[in-house]
Each structure stands twice: as structure tokens, then as C-alpha cells.
């Protein structure tokens, strides 16, 4: 079964947290960077943070510097975000990605492997 499964979305208020959680068979998850994109109601969709294979490389988008952290653990074939100090626009369907390439993540250019996305909302 090769995909990626999200979970650890849901509703939280202003300034509260979420962590979600990324889990991807080894066959996927091993040797690749891995990452989170959004797509917010009406919006296109947005980087978020990529991760490269060894923890060597990471790179957030503006938006989330500072309040999002990324890590991975490769015994496990998983990936968290947490997500702290949580704002109405940080409201959007969050989804793992996983690429060879860590800058083909941040270019958003032929991603090898998309979850099937997780909704986070935050109320104000």
C-alpha cells in the first residue's frame, strides 16, 4: 500500500496548537525528503515546510517561521508538524508530501507522493 497517511487535524482555537502526524510505508518514506503543503478555502495551494532525508536540510515558509516545527523519525517512517501559536489564516487542509528531491518540495514540482490531506481550522 503505498501512500501517505495524515492525522492530528481538527479545531483550535486562536493561539492554541496541533500536532499532525505523517506516516508513510518504508518503500516511500525511505531516502526522501518529506514535507507539508496547505490549500486553504478559495486559495491555491502553499508550501509549508520540507525536511530532508537525514534532518540535515529544513525550510519553512514565512508564514509559519518561528510557530510550526518539522521533524522526522526515520525508525518510524514518520513525520510531525507541530503547529503552535495557531492564527484564523494558518485554517486549511494540511498534506504530507514525500520527494526525492528537497527542492523539487519547495518548488512544489513533481511531487513523488501526496496524503490525502488533513483539515485543520482555527477559530477566532
Known amino acids: 500500500q503505498e501512500e501517505l497517511v495524515e492525522s492530528g487535524g481538527g479545531l483550535v482555537q486562536t493561539g492554541g496548537s496541533l500536532t499532525l502526524s505523517c506516516v508513510a510505508p518504508?518503500?516511500?518514506?525511505?531516502?526522501?525528503?518529506m514535507g507539508w503543503f496547505r490549500q486553504a478555502p478559495g486559495k491555491e495551494r502553499e508550501f509549508v515546510v520540507a525536511?530532508?532525508?537525514?534532518?540535515?536540510?529544513?525550510q519553512y515558509a514565512d508564514s509559519v517561521k518561528g510557530r510550526f516545527t518539522i521533524s522526522r523519525n526515520n525508525a518510524k517512517n514518520t513525520v510531525l508538524l507541530q503547529m503552535d501559536s495557531l492564527k484564523p489564516e494558518d485554517t486549511a487542509v494540511y498534506y504530507c508530501v514525500a520527494d526525492l528531491s528537497f527542492g523539487d518540495i519547495i518548488d512544489d514540482y513533481g511531487i513523488d507522493y501526496w496524503g490525502k490531506g488533513t483539515l485543520v481550522t482555527v477559530s477566532s
Open positions: 525536511v530532508g532525508w537525514d534532518d540535515d536540510r529544513v
Open positions: 518504508s518503500l516511500i518514506f525511505s531516502g526522501r525528503a
